[in-house]
Nanobody, 125 residues
Framework: QVQLVESGGGLVQAGDSLRLSCAAS????????MGWFRQTPGKEREFVAA????????YYADSVKGRFTSSRDNAKNTVYLQMNSLKPEDTAVYYC??????????????????WGQGTQVTVSS
């Protein structure tokens, strides 16, 4: 059992920054892979970023590469998504996810077993 709680969403203007947090609990996390996804009404949930607890290896979608950075604080069991240079196209509900399946840096929804409730990010022009 893994429980995930996202926070940090909000309303910002284009060019601004936000930092999302995903607090994980319920089990040891050293074997987990973590992912960030986002979804807007009428669209499929899309991959944003992935990170491993061990080593902090990361992978990013092309749409956010160079603007978003994922990191983790193992002591706090928390994963972060730093979002810089935000664009209106980044508006979405952002979800964090966890996998115990040793999938590494997966970009597919099916690879992740546990999901948070989501946090809304709205970027105005």
């Amino acid at each position: 059992q893994v429980q995930l709680v996202e926070s940090g969403g909000g309303l910002v203007q284009a060019g601004d920054s936000l930092r999302l947090s995903c607090a994980a609990s319920g089990r040891t996390l050293s074997r987990l892979s973590m992912g960030w996804f986002r979804q807007t009404p009428g669209k499929e949930r899309e991959f944003v970023a992935a990170i491993t607890w061990t080593g902090g290896s990361t992978y990013y979608a092309d749409s956010v590469k160079g603007r978003f950075t994922s990191s983790r604080d193992n002591a706090k069991n928390t994963v972060y998504l730093q979002m810089n240079s935000l664009k209106p196209e980044d508006t979405a509900v952002y979800y964090c996810a966890a996998s115990t399946l040793r999938v590494g840096l997966s970009r597919t929804r099916q690879a992740y077993e546990y999901w948070g409730q989501g946090t809304q990010v709205t970027v105005s022009s």
